[in-house]
């Protein structure tokens, strides 16, 4: 018998780590499963929140506030999160999301110097306990990933220094330290070994799922 609620998974990482290629992974084994599912992202979601985005990574003169941010993602998830993420999951719909509030400790918290505590704080009234069910990091060396993108027009984040990609990275690392939830993939091995991993992680969930 399936589970009633959907499950929620969200996968991390800093730009580069190929986060597009392995969400499809994700998808096309949960079609092949006959999971019900929708494929969503954050920033983003519902078109408010999208436009929120657009707001957020525009490249601009202005400098725009590291609390800024941080306001603008959570008001984008709690947008996302009323319209689409748990209307979706109470309907026994699985939920994959590109990127969620680990985003928020990483590039806000760790990587702008934000207090953690403020994102906890916002965290909490937010999401009301609600956590994914399973969180896949992928994790790439900065200089790595940024050879990977140099094709790439660069938004307001992806501009930031190597530095910065670095405190986000170790702040990816110490939050997948410290939660059950996480898995830390290697985004430098090959496809094949990225999208098998991914695939029993996944494969997983969907057995306890099923029950
Ligand atoms: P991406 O989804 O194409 O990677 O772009 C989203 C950008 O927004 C990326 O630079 C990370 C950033 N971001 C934050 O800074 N905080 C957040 O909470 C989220 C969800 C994204």
């Not at 998974?9 to 597009?20: F, P």
């Not at 992202?41 to 929120?52: C, D, K, M, V």
């Not at 985004?187 to 099923?210: G, M, P, Q």
Request: glycine content about 8%; charged content about 30%; hydrophobic content about 40%.
């Amino acid at each position: 018998m399936t589970g009633d609620y959907g499950k929620f998974i969200t996968l991390e990482g800093s730009e580069g780590v190929g986060k597009t290629t392995n969400i499809d992974v994700v998808c096309r084994l949960l079609e092949a499963n006959g999971v019900p599912f929708i494929k969503t992202r954050e920033p983003g979601g519902t078109p408010l929140a999208e436009a929120l985005r657009e707001a957020m990574l525009a490249v601009r003169e202005e400098e725009v506030s590291a609390m800024t941010e941080l306001l603008i993602v959570f008001a984008a998830r709690t947008q996302h999160l009323d319209r689409v993420i748990r209307p979706a999951l109470a309907a026994g719909r699985w939920v994959v999301c590109d990127r969620f509030t680990d985003a928020s400790y990483a590039y806000q918290g760790y990587g702008r110097g934000l207090d953690l505590e403020r994102i906890t704080a916002l965290e909490g009234w937010v999401q009301n306990g609600l956590q994914p069910d399973l969180t896949l990091l992928l994790d790439l060396a900065p200089e790595v990933a940024e050879q990977r993108m140099q094709e790439r027009t660069k938004d307001r984040m992806e501009s930031e220094k190597v530095e910065f990609y670095q405190r986000v990275r170790s702040g990816y690392l110490r939050r997948a330290a410290q939660d059950a939830r996480f898995r830390v993939i290697e985004a430098k091995n090959t496809i094949d070994a990225v999208a098998t991993e991914i695939d029993a992680h996944v494969s997983a969930l969907i057995r306890d799922w099923k029950g």
